[in-house]
């Protein structure tokens, strides 16, 4: 059986998603925010994009232990006989005792609380803290390392000691604990954490944490910086770039600080700083009208505007081959990802290199689409949207 975590209050869209796309699995809930599904998973066949998935887990089993030396005893001989020698492998270890809802206090919030009245208070009713099981992973995985160092020291000359992007060499080891008693364990053997990466994140858990940046115009800013995280690649000193709908700046300002050339498009201008800086060239004017004089390495698109018409302006883009690299969000509004995943999953492969879709964690009222153009892309068809 595989798991599947949702994104945080997305329980609903991702079942209606599993059912469309995956219309043979047969799924349950298991613990919070958790589904299990049963299907054929084949390391090398693509599996369906899932917009509301924060982390797949395949080929789960379950694992109870008592205490830290008796989680290591349960781990050890499956990592130990799973995970390929000679080859990079990571390590997740990962608390999920409960899962947030709508009322739920923030970590920052808590640590606040916790800060001006020098204790801190149980949560409320049903919700667990967000530092819940971090100590007991903690430890757990020391012991581990540990078992490794005095027994398997040739594997563990491989662990990634950070997340980096996965390598078709790359496994994936993640243990997550539903309960101090309680978990799953699933080992992703290489190549499946590659070709599936898209799903598989190299990120404990699927989350990416909040960049700080108090210079940045608005948080805006770590939208494209989880994106490119997640991908892999970041925006590179001399590479192009537009930025389509860009005011007040901050994806151009994230872009500018790498070192590129910026491009940005929109009816009101950016900060000042961001006005004079050499390495933009502004253009006051509707985002969804531009038309680049050549093929630019990025096109980054952060504009408010319906999800139907910032699809259509991606497609255009990726079929006439305007861009190497793309980061565009998707503004949801009710029931519109329902009538627009579909399509999207239909259109946007053909035109990839490589494609994530997902539900950021920076943002949950949006998806956003980024990835790689395809060298030579399939033809957009007129009725797409």
């Known amino acids: 059986m595989h798991l599947i975590l949702w994104a945080e209050d997305a329980e609903t869209e991702l079942r209606a998603e599993v059912a469309q796309s995956l219309p043979s699995a047969r799924v349950r809930p298991q613990a919070p925010a958790l589904l299990e599904l049963e299907f054929e998973l084949r390391p090398h066949d693509p599996l369906p994009h899932l917009a509301f998935c924060r982390q797949f887990l395949p080929d789960v089993r379950e694992v109870r232990a008592d205490s830290i030396r008796a989680w290591t005893a349960a781990v050890f001989p499956a990592l130990v006989q799973l995970v390929p020698e000679g080859h990079p492998w990571s390590l997740h270890v990962v608390p999920h005792y409960g899962e947030r809802t709508e009322h739920h206090i923030g970590a920052r919030a808590w640590h606040s609380l ?7 208070a149980p949560p409320p009713r049903g919700q667990t803290s967000p530092d819940a099981g971090q ?25 990634r ?15 997550l604990l539903t309960r101090p008693n309680h978990g799953f364990l699933s080992v992703a053997q290489a190549p499946l954490p590659f070709a599936q990466r898209h799903l598989l994140s190299l990120f404990p858990k699927g989350d990416v944490p909040a960049a700080s940046d108090k ?19 970041a925006i590179q000193r001399g590479e192009t770039c537009v930025d389509l709908g860009a005011a007040p700046g901050s994806w151009t300002y994230v872009a500018l600080n790498r070192g590129a050339q910026v491009t940005a498009v929109d009816r009101s201008p950016l900060r000042d700083d961001l006005m004079d800086h050499p390495g933009l060239r502004f253009l006051r004017g509707d985002a969804f009208q531009f038309e680049p004089r050549q093929s630019v390495d990025w096109l980054l698109c952060d504009v408010i505007a319906p999800p139907e018409r910032s699809a259509e302006l991606l497609l255009g883009w990726l079929q006439k081959r305007w861009c190497r690299h793309f980061v565009v ?49 399939d033809s957009l068809r007129p009725d797409a949207f």
Request: with cysteine; charged share 25%; hydrophobic share 40%.
């Open 135 to 159: 100590h007991r992973c903690r430890l757990i995985r020391e012991a581990m390392v540990d078992l490794l160092r005095q027994k398997r020291r040739h594997l563990l000359r491989h662990l």
């Open 215 to 233: 210079q940045a115009p608005s948080r805006a800013f770590n939208k494209l910086v989880e994106a490119e995280a997640r991908l892999g690649r």
């Open 114 to 120: 916790k800060h001006r009245t020098g204790r801190l």
């Open 329 to 377: 969000t998707l503004k949801l509004k009710d029931a519109s990802a329902g009538a627009l995943l579909p399509r999207l999953k239909q259109n946007l492969p053909p035109l990839t290199h490589l494609l994530f879709l997902t539900r950021l964690s920076a943002n949950k009222k949006e998806l956003c689409a980024f990835g790689h153009a395809a060298g030579r892309p």
């Open 161 to 175: 000691p950070e997340p980096v992007p996965f390598t078709p060499h790359d496994s994936l080891v993640q243990l």
